[in-house]
Each structure stands twice: as C-alpha cells, then as structure tokens.
C-alpha cells in the first residue's frame, strides 16, 4: 500500500467523522437531528464517496474489491460519525441525541 493512500484515509475519515458527518445530521445550536435525507449529509457522503473512489481507483484500479474498499471506507466513516453525534451530545447539549425531527 502506498504510504499516499494511508495518509489520505489518515486525515480524510477521522475529519469527515468527527467533523462534516456530525455537523450534517446535528442541528449546532440545538443539537437535534436534521435527518438523513438532508442536503448536507447527502452531499458529504458523496463528497466522501467521490474523494475515497479518486483515491482507492488510482491505487488499485477499478475492479469488484476496489469498490468493497471505497464502500467500507464511506460506510465506517459515516457509522463512526453517528456514534460521535450520540456520545458527545449530552456533554455538548445537556440531552441524549434521538434521532426523530
């Protein structure tokens, strides 16, 4: 593995967890759910997507296990995303994050 496809992952999943995913599903001045169908968390998750397709496609080509890579990439950053959202929003907001509008 190139040492290029470590440090993209490196820094690009652990800021779209803990940063782009959390601020798209999380109201920031009330800390209740925006919902999965927002505009925001569609677009980040396709903004990952794209981003990890770039990076896995140009070190592994594009074949059946790439798209596995890309896909458990995206779906590990986002599950870790929603985990963030509900362990950090009682300290943050004072109540349990629900996820109900």
Known sequence: ???????????MLPLFATWFIPVAIRDAETG???GFFSS???I??????????VIIFNEFGFSFLACIRVLSCVGLAVI?????V???NKKMFGTSF????
């Open 1 to 11: 593995m190139d040492f290029g496809l470590v440090a993209a992952n490196g820094i």
């Open 32 to 34: 209740k759910f925006k």
């Open 40 to 42: 925001g968390f569609i």
């Open 44 to 53: 980040s998750v396709f903004i990952l997507g794209w981003l990890e397709s």
């Open 80 to 84: 870790l995303g929603i985990v963030f």
């Open 86 to 88: 509900v362990l950090t």
């Open 98 to 101: 629900v996820f109900r509008n």
